[in-house]
């Protein structure tokens, strides 16, 4: 059974950075292809960043393309959030997922991932 924590959100004045981790234990993160999702108050959950895993292909959305990057470590079975140049309107928690899908396409399905992490809060306030 794989299991994924969230760690390193937090506040953030704009302009800030930070870099969220997603740690696996169970099984290897290699087998998956990993998300970054986020849900801010009173909105929906929605697709932030994810990686396939074979290949190191990534996606991002529209939203935080140039701003953030996502990448995994193979040794440390993490994968991380690199966000950047912050926003007020990136404020929400974070959730990393995953999905047991070999391949090279980075494509994470909100109601496809199998794995959820517990949630990490970034707020982003001056």
């Known amino acids: 059974q794989l299991q994924l924590v969230e760690s390193g959100g937090g506040l953030v004045q704009p302009g800030g950075s930070l870099r969220l981790s997603c740690a696996a234990s169970?099984?290897?993160?290699?087998?998956?292809?990993i998300g970054w999702f986020r849900q801010a108050p009173g909105k929906e959950r929605e697709g932030v960043s994810c990686?396939?895993?074979?290949?190191?292909?990534?996606n991002y959305a529209d939203s935080v393309k140039g701003r953030f990057t996502i990448s995994r470590d193979s040794a440390k079975n993490t994968v991380y959030l690199q966000m950047n140049s912050l926003k007020p309107e990136d404020t929400a928690i974070y959730y990393c997922?995953?999905?047991?899908?070999?391949?090279?396409?980075?494509?994470?399905?909100?109601?496809?991932?199998?794995?959820w992490g517990q949630g990490t809060p970034v707020t982003v306030s001056s």
């Open positions: 169970g099984i290897s993160l290699d087998y998956f292809t």
């Open positions: 990686i396939a895993s074979s290949g190191g292909n990534t």
């Open positions: 997922a995953a999905q047991a899908l070999w391949g090279v396409q980075a494509v994470c399905v909100d109601n496809e991932m199998q794995y």
